[in-house]
């Protein structure tokens, strides 16, 4: 091979040597962006896709039959009349809102099943002039409880076409691992009427403890 030669692939090779480099250079300025934005979404509401009119009629319809459910306990002696008890205080996010009080009936909790018109708690928030108004409920079942069940099919509840959260334990609010489902069926969340924080939702006027 002539010296003429050698330096002609030489100089090839430096070209592409010198593209491959300008190429990762790029990748690399370009991936850290798009990583960030998939970490900063997987903190915040799923992507919203476009419903189907049978979606739509479902969710339609469990929000309809939570407020017709639920509509006595904007009292909310009511809701203790019939088992609710304040539990964990206010519950409130670190930037994504808030879930408000939680009035539970452990009786409904113990027994583990999903219906629509019996929620194992009831939402509430604080307003200004010391009274508690009426946001939703909020549906519960014991992780372990709902799994070893083999009457229903495997894998997260699931109510009218919504399915349930997932807790882990250890969490915030002392309990075991548990699914959860909530319904924002008195106050329009903007987010969505089954995301679990409420931006609008607000613990600053409870006057009891928070979590």
């Keep these: 091979m002539s010296t003429l030669q050698v330096r002609r692939k030489v100089r090839k090779f430096a070209e592409r040597f010198r593209y491959?480099?300008?190429s990762a250079l790029v990748l690399m300025s370009v991936w850290p962006s798009f990583a960030l934005a998939q970490d900063s979404h997987s903190?915040?509401?799923?992507?919203?896709?476009?419903?189907?009119?049978?979606?739509?009629?479902?969710?339609?319809?469990?929000?309809k039959i939570v407020r017709e459910s639920t509509e006595r306990f904007k009292d909310v002696g009511e809701a203790e009349r019939e088992g609710y008890v304040l539990s964990f205080?206010?519950?409130?996010?670190?930037?994504?809102?808030?879930?408000?009080?939680?009035f539970i009936n452990m009786d409904l909790v113990g027994k583990g099943v999903i219906d629509a018109a019996k929620p194992q708690i009831i939402l509430y928030e604080p307003t200004a002039d010391g009274r508690l108004k009426l946001t939703g409920a909020d549906f519960l079942v014991d992780a372990q409880q709902w799994d070893?069940?083999?009457?229903?099919?495997?894998g997260p509840p699931e109510l009218m076409g919504q399915l349930f959260h997932y807790f882990e334990s250890p969490n915030r609010f002392g309990l075991k691992a548990?699914?959860?489902?909530h319904?924002?069926?008195?106050?329009?969340?903007?987010?969505?009427?089954?995301i679990n924080w409420h931006?609008?939702?607000?613990?600053?006027?409870?006057?009891?403890p928070a979590s």
């Design 89 to 102: 205080g206010c519950v409130s996010g670190p930037d994504q809102g808030a879930m408000g009080l939680h």
């Design 20 to 22: 491959f480099v300008m």
């Design 43 to 63: 903190h915040t509401m799923p992507a919203q896709q476009e419903l189907t009119a049978e979606q739509k009629s479902q969710q339609s319809t469990l929000i």
């Design 148 to 154: 070893g069940d083999k009457t229903h099919k495997p």
């Design 183 to 194: 319904v924002w069926a008195w106050k329009d969340n903007p987010n969505g009427a089954f």
């Design 199 to 208: 931006p609008a939702v607000s613990c600053k006027l409870f006057n009891g």
């Design 178 to 181: 548990f699914y959860t489902l």
